[in-house]
């Protein structure tokens, strides 16, 4: 069974400050790696999607991939009071695109 | 971009009754959605996969005969939940793909429908 972990407690950063989010996942059969943003209430939104090993950069957002240890991370750089939300790591398959997810991580930015 | 659909956005039903949940893809053709519960607090939990013109797979667990997953066309999939009771008050949410693809994202979440049973 594919299990995706995120253990990190609530995370709270200052403005502007690096946010950093970790996600180890189970299955070395993953292909596919997600982070979702999700607000109180709300659907998940994708943040980010990385499929190869190394760094992937949007914005102010950077995705670590390394298969080898079978570890994802998600790094939010210059933190801002609306990046304040629940991030769920997810993983998924190449070709059904069935995603197991993590429990998630509350980030709090602190203005 | 591709946009998924789902109404209704909450509703309330009473005990013993049934509801249904629509998830429509609005500008993609979708041979394959997921249905997946999140409970307060805690993460989403794949339920079933809907294959359009075939059966439901359901995750170990899952009440196939509770939650009925109905994918009749490439654009639209239900969930029903019968016979509903408070422990199935939840947020139900879908997502809709358009296939297989590397390097770019093809699944797309509906927003949601909260669920309360009284």
């Known amino acids: 069974q594919k299990e995706v972990e995120q253990n990190s407690g609530p995370l709270s950063v200052p403005e502007g400050a690096i946010a950093s989010l970790n996600c180890t996942y189970s299955d070395r059969g993953s292909q596919s790696f997600f982070w979702y943003r999700q607000y109180s209430g709300k659907s998940p939104e994708l943040i980010m999607f990385?499929?190869?090993?190394g760094d992937k950069e949007d914005g102010r957002f950077t995705a670590q991939l390394n298969k080898a240890s079978q570890y994802v991370s998600l790094l939010i750089r210059d933190s801002q009071p609306s990046d304040s939300a629940t991030y769920l790591c997810a993983a998924g398959d190449y070709g059904n695109n069935r995603l197991a997810f993590g429990k998630g991580n509350q980030v709090v930015v602190i203005p | 971009g591709a946009v998924v659909s789902q109404h209704p956005s909450w509703v309330i039903c009473k005990s013993g009754t049934s509801v249904k949940i629509e998830c429509r893809s609005l500008d993609f053709q979708a041979t394959t959605m997921f249905w997946y519960r999140q409970f307060p607090k805690q993460s989403l939990m794949l339920m079933a996969t809907s294959n359009e013109g075939s059966k439901a797979t359901y995750e170990q667990g899952v009440e196939k005969d509770k939650f009925l997953i109905n994918h009749a066309s490439l654009t639209l999939s239900t969930l029903t939940v019968t016979s509903a009771h408070p422990e199935d008050s939840s947020f139900y949410i879908c997502?809709?793909?358009?296939?297989?693809?590397?390097?770019?994202?093809?699944?797309?979440f509906g927003e949601g429908s909260w669920l309360t049973v009284v």
């Open positions: 990385i499929y190869s090993n």
């Open positions: 997502s809709a793909s358009q296939g297989p693809a590397r390097e770019r994202n093809t699944i797309y």
